[in-house]
């Protein structure tokens, strides 16, 4: 993820009362609530070395998550509608 640090300061940065699972989907909407430019690409990976995730963090994260941007992860137009919107891990329609 690249940012300029003006931006980045200017949106709030990354959110400290969330964990690592949902940090940066917070910024990233942060960004989209201002209409500010994201761009996504499936050819870089990224390897995340030392970040222990607390067990309990991913359910208060996700429920903080829906409370700021509830209605805006409605109208999510980048979901697809082969996906169960109440799954976490993506499960396709029909598969389970």
């Known amino acids: 993820m690249m940012v300029r640090r003006e931006v ?3 949106v709030g940065g990354f959110s400290r009362s969330l964990h690592d699972d949902f ?7 942060k960004l989209r609530s201002r209409d500010l430019t994201r761009i996504w690409t499936p050819h870089v990976a990224v390897y995340d070395f030392g970040v222990v995730v607390d067990p309990v963090a ?13 209605h805006q992860l409605q109208q999510d ?9 109440d799954r976490h891990d993506w499960v396709e329609k029909g598969l389970r």
Not at 60 to 67: I, T, V
Not at 77 to 85: A, E, G, I, K, V
Request: aromatic share 18%; no cysteine; hydrophobic share 35%.
């Open 8 to 10: 980045f300061f200017d």
């Open 23 to 29: 940090g940066d989907v917070d910024f990233g909407l």
């Open 58 to 70: 991913p359910t208060a994260d996700r429920e903080l998550l829906q409370r700021r941007w509830g």
């Open 77 to 85: 137009p980048y979901f697809s509608p082969n996906l169960q919107p």
